[in-house]
């Protein structure tokens, strides 16, 4: 395809961005030139850092009002910022960054983002293809308000400089079908779903007792809680979760081990965390009650990462949480790291609500390349990723959630969970579903035809890519469809 360039723009963490990231390995991989514009921050992989054929142009990134500070210094520091990061994101893409033949837009944020590159994509007379994660109105309109003023500004804004792009791609059919039908967008609509790349796998015993005696989470647990019971005495050939009789010996899991859950947060009022507290205490409150005994019930240890304003809030939370059977240790993993974690863990849990009702959330894609099985917060779009009872289980308040750890966890295997049959059997619903796919394979088949074609204009918007996310055999199409009809009868 030669030596075209491809140029990111995503005004945010670079390496907190992995579809972004993703974008740019693929379009490596096609043999393009890329750029990418966006905030130095988390650590890159270490491919893409070193990579000849990319070049990462970090803007300066501003302060952001703090999310318990008054709404009034919101509206009006963030026009100035929008100001200052409009000339600031302008200057780069039009003067560091030579002329490429697409520039791929993450939206949002939609201020400056949209307005600037438009300009910019003017100017050069080169292509603009906007890739809708979600809507940055939605996203205003969480914080501040459907009848803020603020939030109608942002909509105005959104829908004018949003309007027109050679292609609009989004994570979702539902986002694809409001961009057409309900927005009316100009350009191609297409739908890339998320999925991850192939380093995300599920570990054997022998990569988890490797992976866990490096990672040595004991020491969080040590360092984070004052809970002295919590973890089981661990000695040499000896992890969190597994052990070896001696060293040449092969690994096996722990009989007294705790069950891993592990739940990815922005750590912001997007996602209810303490939904997932009330549940944790719930569960440790019923064991502390069943008449069976609380060795019934095992030990839950959940690991959260992620990075975010609410973080710290939490932490305290948290630590004043007096629990018996649970610990909630906080981390940051290095990129190599995080999807090896997912792919030791038992369980995921994702609390992603979704502002706009219709994007996807990433960490449950992380988990399910990893044959993750998950624990989701339900919303509308969610059934295009989680199919219920299927691949995973949705939740709608803490109670479920609650009721979820208990249904799969009470009375489990913990030297052998290959044999809990729910558990394995939304993993091996994942393998012959979810993982058919990956994100190389995707990106390849949807989206360099369209890159192939942008020269070619279409006088109406259409909707292009309208594949399933993935094929379900009749066994847990039945299943989807049946629960379906039970909660229509309630």
């Excluded at 379009?27 to 054929?53: C, F, M, Q, T």
């Excluded at 991850?196 to 054997?204: G, I, R, S, V, Y």
């Excluded at 095992?298 to 630590?319: A, D, M, N, R």
Aim: glycine share 4%.
């Amino acid at each position: 395809m030669g030596k075209q360039g491809f140029c990111i723009v995503v005004l945010g963490d670079v390496g907190h961005s992995p579809r972004m990231l993703l974008h740019a390995r693929s379009a490596l991989n096609a043999g393009w030139r890329v750029d990418v514009i966006g905030y130095k921050g988390s650590r890159l992989p270490e491919d893409l850092e070193n990579h000849p054929s990319i070049q990462f142009h970090f803007l300066k990134e501003l302060p952001r009002v703090p999310e318990n500070m008054p709404r009034i210094l919101y509206y009006l520091y963030a026009p100035i910022k929008a100001v200052l990061l409009a000339l600031q994101l302008f200057y780069v893409a039009m003067f560091n960054v030579a002329a490429p033949e697409v520039y791929v837009v993450q939206n949002p944020p939609s201020i400056p983002t949209l307005h600037v590159m438009q300009f910019v994509n003017w100017l050069k007379q080169r292509h603009i293809i906007i890739d809708w994660h979600n809507y940055g109105t939605s996203m205003v309109s969480k914080r501040l308000g459907e009848k803020s003023i603020f939030t109608k500004l942002v909509s105005a804004y959104e829908g004018f400089w949003g309007f027109k792009a050679t292609i609009h791609v989004c994570v979702s059919r539902a986002m694809a079908r409001e961009l057409l039908y309900k927005y009316e967008k100009r350009g191609k609509v297409a739908t890339l779903h998320d999925r991850a790349p192939e380093e995300f796998h599920q570990l054997d015993v022998e990569e988890i007792h490797s992976l866990h005696s490096k990672l040595r989470l004991e020491k969080l647990v040590q360092e984070q809680t004052l809970n002295s019971t919590f973890l089981p005495p661990i000695n040499t050939h000896q992890s969190l979760l597994t052990e070896k009789r001696t060293a040449n010996e092969p690994a096996t899991f722990r009989a007294d081990r705790p069950i891993l859950i592990v739940s990815s947060t922005s750590w912001t009022a997007d996602e209810d965390f303490q939904l997932l507290l009330d549940a944790a205490k719930q569960y440790d409150d019923l064991a502390k009650t069943d008449k069976a005994g609380a060795e019934s019930f095992p030990k839950l240890l959940f690991v959260i990462t992620g990075k975010g304003p609410l973080k710290q809030h939490y932490e305290e939370i948290i630590s004043k949480m007096a629990l018996e059977r649970v610990v909630f240790i906080t981390t940051w993993l290095s990129p190599e790291d995080y999807p090896l974690l997912l792919g030791s863990a038992d369980l995921g849990v994702s609390l992603h609500t979704s502002t706009s009702g219709v994007d996807l959330p990433m960490k449950v894609v992380d988990m399910f390349g990893c044959g993750l099985p998950v624990c989701a917060f339900k919303y509308p779009a969610l059934s295009e990723l989680v199919v219920a009872k299927s691949n995973g289980l949705v939740f709608e308040n803490a109670s479920e959630l609650r009721s979820q750890f208990v249904q799969l966890f009470r009375n489990f295997p913990l030297d052998q969970p290959q044999t809990q049959t729910q558990l394995q059997g939304m993993r091996d619903v994942i393998k012959r579903t979810f993982q058919a796919t990956r994100w190389e394979e995707n990106w390849n088949s949807t989206m360099l035809p369209l890159l192939r074609n942008l020269d070619k204009t279409w006088s109406d918007s259409q909707m292009y890519a309208e594949a399933p996310v993935y094929h379900l055999g009749r066994r847990e199409l039945e299943s989807h469809e049946s629960e379906g009809e039970m909660n229509d009868e309630e």
